[in-house]
């Protein structure tokens, strides 16, 4: 069993047919589950939240290389592959192409990795604002991702732009409303 | 972005854009951390290079930027000092509202009460009142009426009835098992002379009473 950086990958991950394509349909399934879990675990123990899937499976500097390359059994995972566990993944809410609620077509290289949803984002969120009694209070994104008052919450060092999608739940919910620009958004919690 | 501008007020606005300044303090001096220590590294490797002059110009340039950290610290701490008192304010400002709301509604109550000469009035009034019930009660007190006194001598009427058959039980002392005996006493008659004669009396014993 290979490590990375404290993580412990399944005993599946040494496993050479783990990595092709399985040809009958329940076995398949059962493949891409374990796939999407896995990399539902990985990127969430290494804080990841959105993944370049040609980095991912070539450049060995991506954080998420050794998820889809196993050099030990000399395996990795086909880009096409890792494509369908992507497509599979979002279908249970869990991945989204970048740049496809924008209208930009979808279905390019950077996809999101929703080990937690942006709605289950907002709860976070939420719960921390309840509980710093920050309810009323103006703060912009870049505080709460980067800032001192926010250091060792869960969302300290979230992505902006994911952080952004779970404010804008909160905000259609009436529990935030948005100010300022793209690129230096602010908000207020209610 | 942001549907209804309603919930934000100036004072948001104003506090967001504090902030703003603030992220961008932050950024800078990130900015600058990160030269600092890449000059340090260029320094070095000029050094082992042989190159002192540009490698004291590195540092000079990290000294610097050190004195650009401090100041943006300096100026940081000022900016975190303006918003939280900008913060502060709004509170002190939430409860001075408070205050004045309940001094307002404290102020309708008592408008509404009508001052103490009112009151005062009033007591004097109520007191009136309670002597006048007085008055009447203790007038209404020494008549009783004819059907009250009715009632009184039935009820005397049947203690007696329930006393007269002890007596004679307790005369014979015989067993329990006895069933009570008709009461040979002769019910008192009353007629209308004596019950009136009997209302007088209970009435002045009444007023007696209350003299007393």
């Known amino acids: 069993m ?133 309810k009323g209070q103006v703060m912009t994104v870049y505080e709460l991702t980067e800032g001192e008052t926010t250091r060792g919450s869960e969302f300290w060092g979230l992505d902006q732009e994911l952080l952004i999608k779970a404010i804008q739940v909160l905000a259609k919910k009436g529990r935030a409303q948005t100010m300022g620009g793209e690129e230096n958004l602010g908000v207020k919690f209610f | 972005m942001g549907g209804n501008s309603s919930k934000i007020t100036a004072q948001d606005q104003a506090i967001y854009d504090l902030k703003l300044q603030r992220d961008r303090l932050h950024q800078y001096q990130r900015r600058i951390t990160h030269l600092t220590t890449r000059e340090t590294e260029i320094a070095r490797t000029l050094l082992s290079q042989g190159d002192k002059a540009r490698a004291l110009l590195a540092l000079r340039r990290k000294k610097y930027q050190e004195s650009l950290l401090a100041k943006t610290d300096q100026q940081l701490e000022q900016l975190e000092k303006l918003v939280s008192s900008v913060e502060f304010a709004l509170i002190q400002k939430d409860v001075v509202f408070g205050l004045q709301q309940g001094t307002k509604v404290l102020k309708e109550i008592h408008a509404e009460m009508g001052g103490i000469d009112k009151v ?93």
């Open chain 2, 120 to 212: 005062e009035k009033l007591m004097g009034e109520t007191q009136e009142e309670i002597e006048y019930q007085k008055e009447v009660s203790e007038m209404l007190g020494g008549r009783i009426s004819v059907q009250d006194e009715e009632e009184v001598e039935e009820e005397l009427a049947r203690l007696e009835t329930e006393l007269a058959p002890k007596a004679a039980t307790s005369k014979v002392a015989e067993p329990v098992a006895m069933l009570p005996s008709v009461p040979d006493t002769e019910l008192p008659e009353v007629g209308e002379g004596r019950r009136q004669e009997a209302a007088k009396l209970v009435g002045e014993e009444r007023r007696e009473a209350i003299a007393a």
């Open chain 1, 2 to 134: 290979a490590t990375s950086e404290g993580f412990q990958f399944p005993k599946e991950h040494s496993f050479p047919p783990f990595y092709t394509p399985q040809i009958n349909l329940s076995t398949r399934h059962a493949q891409l589950t374990k796939w999407s879990s896995l990399i539902l675990s990985y990127c969430r123990h290494h804080s990841i939240y959105r993944l370049s899937l040609s980095d991912a499976t070539n450049s060995p500097s991506s954080p998420a290389y050794p998820l889809f390359n196993n050099e030990a059994i000399n395996r990795r995972l086909s880009p096409s592959y890792v494509k369908e566990i992507v497509n599979f993944m979002k279908k249970d809410g869990r991945a989204e192409w970048y740049g496809s609620d924008k209208n930009e077509g979808g279905g390019g290289d950077v996809v999101w990795i929703y080990w937690r949803t942006p709605e289950e984002w907002a709860g976070v969120v939420e719960g921390w604002v309840e509980e710093t009694g920050n």
